[in-house]
């Protein structure tokens, strides 16, 4: 038999395809855990021997994370997947269970791995300075099998952090680094499977964390708000290139949370981070709407 352990010698990010599209997938951890039951491992009444009585496995979870720097057609890409399609390049979340039509297959070099019929658990798109957006999908899966194909990946350029703007009451924000994350809270259920057979949709979240100086009056606004359950009227993150952009508005926050223990190392500015909530405040209005515009 070949040895093959030579292939994953060297790199760290895998080809990979989300929702049927190829991606270059910077990070991974999506796998099959399995839980046995577990024999006796004592001797039968009248044996002087432990016995193994055979194992079965009662629960195959599939879950983790992939994280994919995008480009602007792949961010696209992966809104359609994660919430629905309020009108054509317009997301809001979904407000009932989606339905599990996100496959992801994983070329690890050696071995290519599917994992079939995937929720969304979470969406984290982060931000930070002189970096690509990293967007990073938990995932819960219903299976995982060693087989599938990769089409061809052509690399385009990738949204960046300079690519970003921030803006809270129609006011500019200069954030070093900010992440987006909605979180759809959600319950799962085997029922009578091994595998995972349904997923519901709980009360969800979305936030923003926004790094910034502490000596800036961006910092200084902000953080006099905390916790005095100001509202603030439409939050928008837009990343813009050209003619392609991607704009996030949340039209209802609150200031949750200010960072009092300032980063200080290095020889940097100190830095503070400050933690936004979105909020529906008659119960029918979206946490956030996104809208791309291409090329």
């Known amino acids: 038999m070949a040895n093959k352990s030579k292939v994953l010698t060297f790199g ?25 039951h577990e024999p006796t491992e004592t001797g039968l009444v009248g044996t002087a021997k432990p016995q193994n009585l055979g194992r079965q496995v009662v629960k195959k979870d599939v879950k983790g994370q992939v994280g994919v720097q995008p480009s602007y057609v792949h961010l696209n890409t992966i809104m359609e997947k994660c919430f629905n399609e309020a009108s054509s390049n317009t997301f809001t979340p979904h407000t009932a269970v989606t ?32 970096e690509p957006v990293l967007v990073t999908l938990d995932l819960l899966g ?73 000596n800036s ?10 916790g005095t359950d100001t509202a603030l009227s439409n939050v928008i993150l837009t990343w813009t290139d050209g ?11 609150t200031v949750i949370s200010a960072s009092r223990t300032p980063d200080t190392s290095g020889v940097d500015a100190v830095t503070g981070t400050v933690e936004l909530k979105a909020w529906s405040s008659d119960g029918s209005t979206d946490l956030f709407s996104a809208v791309y515009t291409p090329a």
């Open 217 to 226: 009056d961006n910092w200084a606004d902000l953080f006099a708000l905390a």
């Open 99 to 130: 339905s599990t039509d996100i496959d992801i297959v994983l070329d690890r070099s050696v071995d290519v791995y599917t994992y079939e019929s995937c929720w969304v658990s979470n969406v984290t798109i982060d931000s930070r300075e002189n």
């Open 12 to 36: 760290s990010a895998c080809k990979g395809s989300v929702g049927g599209s190829s991606m270059l997938i910077m990070s991974e951890s999506l796998k099959a855990e399995y839980t046995w």
């Open 243 to 253: 003619d392609a952009a991607f704009a996030f508005t949340m039209a209802s926050m």
């Open 142 to 214: 219903q299976d995982e099998t060693n087989e599938g194909e990769v089409s061809d990946l052509t690399l385009t350029d990738r949204v960046l952090n300079s690519d970003l703007t921030v803006a809270i009451n129609s006011n500019t924000y200069f954030p070093m680094s900010a992440k987006w994350m909605f979180d759809y809270r959600p319950t799962e259920r085997f029922h009578q499977s091994t595998t995972r057979s349904t997923v519901g949709h709980g009360i969800p979240e979305c936030k923003v964390e926004l790094e910034m100086d502490m």
